[in-house]
């Protein structure tokens, strides 16, 4: 019996043992399972909670896609209508690298499609810097871009390129916008916002290969650029760009400027600065080619400035016009203002205000600034427009400079009174005229005549009115442009510019250019101007040209007279027959 119960005890024992041991295995997969579901538990919680906004991104980069329409940048007009800048639709074969998962599987399929080699694409693709888009090829034809919309990863997109139909004619004025079809010189950039328009966005779901499925939501309409009409004539840009590139080849020189105006209303007929560019192709074009030197450009403008100097003398009754001035035979020295001499060392001796013009002496005109006075032709000068810009509607205008009257000196009243010591713009110049050619009404010149907006009605732009009515009066300034202005044409320095329909009137000027590094003149740099008008007794257009360092070793000569005043009689001979017949 008691070997029984031991057998017995030993068997319950290992009954026991084996029950202990399954119960611990039981817990330990109890356990396990519990860890497992804690584990995916708190990876759900990563995923739903700490991580949602990122994959709510990833999810939306996937199935939703942002869509602009760009809005057609507005067209800009000559006076005539005929275009000078538009825009065309054209299609861009586009990559989204972000989303291609084999890039060269991609490159592979794509390479025949553009016709372009697959490795060029593997770069393109492999070293963009936007992940979300790569340009591939602009302007695509139809049936290369209806192919690569089917490569996942590739996209179509429709976009305006800017062109300009008629070249470098009137670039500067026109301008040029940048890849971004932002405009960065000229009137595209001046009017930029009106002729921008807005875009129009639209959120759409996207397929697998990024093709648009339906609308999403609609947050803006596009909405197209404004159109501007010019007060630019092309075909009097053409004539005025003709003329100005024959003289600038006859004489080699660096540089020349153009500009037809109608001194009643201010408005610019042409501008034209050369060397020039053509606006759709900048890419070996220099900074100093794009500026634009009708109204950037500053120098001292020579005896071009004396009739605005005589003319505020005589409106000031400081001098009249039937008075002798005795001129010193061409050498008048004196303290404080040392020596002035004549331009080929003529001798002058009792001149009128009239002849003084004529001839251009510099002595008669110094004499006139030093009984004006520094305080009367300073503030003569600022009602003219001097040493401030014109206000004209073009980005870049320079204000010229004119020193307060404070800082002259003995020298500036005799020397800026022909055009030393002060610097002016080429438009500033055409303002101060066209005042002149207004009978002393003031003139601020403008570019743009119209906008036609998204309607195509056509707006009218509102203009300041100028701060005052007559700069000078009506008799001094039909005295100095009929009397004066015309003598210098008929029988003074400029007879080069006569022509037998109309009555010319107009200056001359040979203004030394100042020498770099300072303290004096060049000897063998001029820059030779003629402005001019006509009719004399209703001037119509005012013409200037400057033509900056023509060669003096060619022999053919470098004064305003010879080298610019027959450029703006042939201007003034077709502008006006044009206008005539038009």
């Known amino acids: 019996m008691k070997g029984r119960e031991i057998e017995d005890s030993s068997h319950e024992s290992q009954v026991t043992s084996r029950q202990s041991r399954a119960v611990r295995a039981e817990s330990c997969v109890l356990y396990l399972v519990i860890a497992l579901l804690a584990a995916l538990a ?54 989204e690298p972000r989303i291609i998962k084999d890039v060269g599987q991609t490159a592979g399929q794509l390479a025949p499609v553009v016709k372009m080699e697959a490795i060029e694409l593997y770069k393109l693709l492999q070293n963009g810097n936007n992940p979300g888009y ?28 800017r062109y300009y139909p008629v070249g470098a004619l009137a670039c500067h004025v026109v301008g040029f916008t940048g890849v971004d079809n932002n405009g960065l010189e000229g009137i595209e950039l001046k009017y930029d916002e009106k002729l921008s328009g807005d875009e129009g966005r639209n959120v759409v779901f996207a397929d697998v290969l990024r093709r648009p499925v339906k609308i999403k939501e609609q947050n803006s309409y596009v909405v197209d650029g404004c159109g501007l009409i010019l007060t630019i004539d092309s075909t009097i840009q053409q004539f005025a760009r003709a003329e100005l590139a024959k003289v600038l080849e006859d004489y080699e020189a660096e540089s020349a400027v153009a500009i037809v105006a109608e001194p009643k209303t201010g408005a610019i007929l042409a501008m034209v600065s050369l060397p020039d560019f053509e606006p759709g192709n900048l890419r070996a074009v220099s900074a100093d080619i794009l500026r634009n030197r009708a109204i950037s450009d500053q120098y001292e ?45 003529k001798r002058f001796g009792n001149l009128t205000v009239r002849e003084i013009l004529t001839q251009s002496s510099n002595i008669g005109m110094a004499k006139i600034g030093q009984r004006t006075g520094a305080e009367k032709l300073y503030k003569g000068l600022k009602l003219f427009g001097l ?31 022909f055009g030393q010591e002060i610097s002016t713009t ?28 998204n309607k195509g009605d056509i707006v009218k732009l509102k203009r300041p009115t100028p701060a005052v009515g007559f700069i000078i009066r009506p008799e001094t300034a ?105």
Not at 134 to 149: G, M, T, W, Y
Not at 393 to 416: C, F, H, N, Q
């Open 134 to 161: 790569v340009i591939i090829r602009v302007d695509a034809p139809s049936e290369e871009c209806e192919a690569a919309a089917k490569i996942q990863g590739i996209g179509v997109q429709t976009s305006w390129q």
């Open 478 to 582: 039909n005295w100095i442009v009929r009397e004066a202005l015309t003598a210098v044409v008929n029988e003074g320095t400029g007879t080069k510019a006569k022509l037998e329909k109309w009555q010319v009137f107009g200056k001359t000027g040979t203004a030394q250019l100042a020498l770099p590094e300072g303290g004096g003149y060049s000897e063998t740099d001029y820059l030779a101007s003629f402005i001019g008008g006509a009719p004399a007794e209703d001037p119509a257009i005012i013409v200037l040209v400057s033509v900056c360092k023509p060669k003096v070793k060619l022999g053919k000569g470098y004064t305003g007279g010879t080298v610019a005043a027959p450029a703006v009689a042939a201007i003034i001979e077709k502008t006006l027959n044009y206008l005539e017949n038009r």
């Open 387 to 417: 040493g401030e810009k014109t206000g004209i509607d073009l980005p870049g205008e320079a204000e010229g400079l004119l020193r307060p009257a404070g800082k002259w000196t003995g020298y500036s009243v005799t020397r800026i009174p």
């Open 301 to 345: 403008p020579g005896s071009i400035f004396k009739p605005i100097a005589a003319a505020i003398a005589v409106d000031a009754e400081i001098v009249s016009t039937t008075e002798e001035i005795f001129c010193e035979e061409g050498d008048w020295r004196g303290k404080g203002f040392g020596r002035i001499g004549e331009y080929g060392n």
């Open 42 to 95: 708190g990876r759900c919680f990563y995923l739903q909670y700490l991580q949602y906004d990122y994959f709510c991104t990833v999810s939306q980069k996937q199935r939703i896609k942002l869509i602009s329409e760009l809005p057609q940048r507005g067209v800009i007009m000559d006076c005539s209508g005929r275009v000078l800048a538009a825009s065309n639709k054209i299609q861009t074969i586009f990559a």
């Open 426 to 453: 080429p438009i500033q110049i055409v303002q101060a005229f066209s005042i002149l050619a207004n009978g002393g009404h003031f003139v601020r010149p403008f570019v743009v005549k119209a906008v036609v907006d």
